[in-house]
């Protein structure tokens, strides 16, 4: 065959290829064929830019652009109308004295499945490792204190607002509203992000939590807050060690990356950064240790030791209460959470006298199963202490990373 036939039968495969059922664009024409979606999006033009994305996704279900606009656009609106729910909740409570419990709990369910929907959205993007969206979050127009207007404070709330020195950046610097790059780790910490979320709204949704709205009103009334769902403490338990392991993947993909261009998180060889906080090795080991304890302790693989626990306080216990407290079974043998007030006040004053048994037996009676006398220390609690004094020392570097690991996290 001549090269001239060759080259007309690679075109036409090429056009066959584009046509055909299940023959996937390629990552630079997907881009193309979503540049509308991302600019309405950087114009915060959010409804329009979901609107759009949907519309390209029903062409294109495996287009990485316009699933990651969908889950951004869905994402905002879900959370403007669950504060709104909140807020009206709030407003009827104080002009009636009651909750709608019941309407909260509609809001809190409408919102655990758009979350579902978001991250459905956010697994295609992130899984395209080419993947990279340029986005000024800060440039975005968001009533984010729902005043109803969007005013100087709306403005600044998602602006960088100290330098590497932490001194205050002036307004109308452009440092102050960066463009960032997100990439494949950017999209897998923001499943890990909505899937600790989701867990959170999953806790909420299997308690029942009318008593403790009635209780608000009598400072001295015991409360019981029934379980109603539990398969949603399954569910929660099941979503916080999904989200543990997405964190993880989010680490390793960010510790992989060779650019190093307008990073959202850097990785220690990174130095493009707009985020102005520092990033070394250790921050990533701190990262990955403290993953690795969430996890013990949700499995209930590990327990929270009590007398560590009595300790961090300003009071030092002569005799600290024993014991753990077994986290992995409040998911796993969930139950009604009784709020004695009789007891509660025990605790506060063996606590006070140093009655090491008045608060075991206090501490048996709320936490039930959950309070075990056995089982393996989780070391947590003493690495957060030991970060804490660090920073007590006037280590800035650490409570600097320390912040960043929180805000990441």
């Given amino acids: 065959m001549s090269p001239l036939r060759a080259s007309s039968a690679l075109l036409a495969a090429a056009a066959l290829c584009t046509a055909a059922a299940g023959c996937a664009p390629t990552l630079k024409q997907r881009e193309l064929d979503a540049a509308g979606t991302l600019e309405e999006l950087a114009d915060s ?12 996704l029903e062409r294109d279900g495996g287009n990485p652009y316009a699933a990651a606009v969908a889950a951004i656009s869905e994402y905002k609106a879900t959370v403007h109308d669950l504060v709104n729910d909140v807020i009206t909740v709030v407003v009827g409570a104080a002009a009636t004295g009651r909750v709608n419990d019941r309407y909260l ?37 968001v009533d984010w204190n729902r005043d109803g207007r969007i005013d ?44 600790f979320q989701r867990a959170a709204l999953d806790i909420v949704i299997a308690y029942e939590w009318s008593d403790l709205a009635r209780a608000a009103r009598f400072e001295d009334a015991d ?72 996890r013990q302790l949700v499995r209930g693989e590990e327990g929270l030791d009590v007398a560590e626990i009595a300790q961090l306080g ?25 709020l004695d ?10 606590a ?24 393996p220390r989780s070391p947590l609690p003493s690495r957060l202490v030991r970060m804490q004094r660090e920073i007590d020392r006037g280590v800035e570097s650490v409570g600097r990373k320390l912040r960043y690991l929180l805000w990441i996290n």
Wanted: net charge negative.
């Fill in 152 to 195: 100087d404070d709306d403005e600044a709330i998602l602006e960088v607002e100290l330098d590497e020195e932490e001194r205050p950046i002036p307004e109308g610097d452009p440092r102050r509203r960066p463009t960032f790059r997100f990439d494949h780790g950017d999209f897998l910490w923001a499943r890990a992000f909505v899937a």
């Fill in 45 to 56: 033009r959010f409804e329009a830019a979901g609107e759009s994305a949907a519309r390209l």
């Fill in 223 to 294: 409360v019981r807050i029934r379980l109603v769902d539990e398969a949603r403490m399954a569910e929660a338990k099941r979503r916080i060690l999904e989200g543990l392991d997405l964190s993880d993947a989010a680490r390793e993909a960010y510790l992989a990356e060779t650019d190093d261009d307008r990073e959202w998180l850097p990785n220690p060889r990174q130095e493009d950064h707009p985020m102005p906080m520092p990033v070394d090795a250790a921050l990533y080991e701190t990262w990955a240790r403290i993953a690795g304890d969430v």
């Fill in 341 to 350: 007030a009789e007891a509660l006040d025990d605790i506060e004053d063996a």
């Fill in 352 to 375: 006070d006298d140093g009655n090491r048994r008045a608060v075991e037996t206090a501490l048996d009676g709320l936490l039930g199963s959950a309070y075990v006398r056995k089982m």
């Fill in 105 to 141: 709990e509609g809001a809190f369910r409408a919102a655990e499945a758009s979350l579902a929907k978001i991250d459905a959205r956010l697994a295609i993007a992130a899984a395209e490792p080419g993947l990279a969206i340029e986005l000024c979050v800060a440039c975005l127009d």
């Fill in 314 to 338: 300003d009071n030092r216990w002569k005799n600290p209460p024993r014991g753990f407290i077994d986290l992995g079974r409040l998911f796993d043998d969930p139950h009604d959470i009784v």
